[in-house]
């Protein structure tokens, strides 16, 4: 990376997972359920691996 500097996984897995549940929620508000569906599962993915990365951080 540029100048030695190193991205933070958890800041990015953070960053993704805000943005999943923000379009998942943008679904089922417009009444895409099964866009929803497939969203959230996402979105969970997400938080499971976020969770992973805080306990390894620990």
Known sequence: MMFGLQ???IKKLE???AKKTA???AAQRAGR???FAKL????EELG??????RNREV
């Open 15 to 17: 960053k993704a997972y």
């Open 40 to 43: 959230s599962s996402e979105a």
């Open 48 to 53: 499971q691996k976020l969770d992973q990365a």
């Open 23 to 25: 379009e998942a929620l």
């Open 7 to 9: 991205a933070n996984p």
């Open 33 to 35: 359920m099964p866009e």
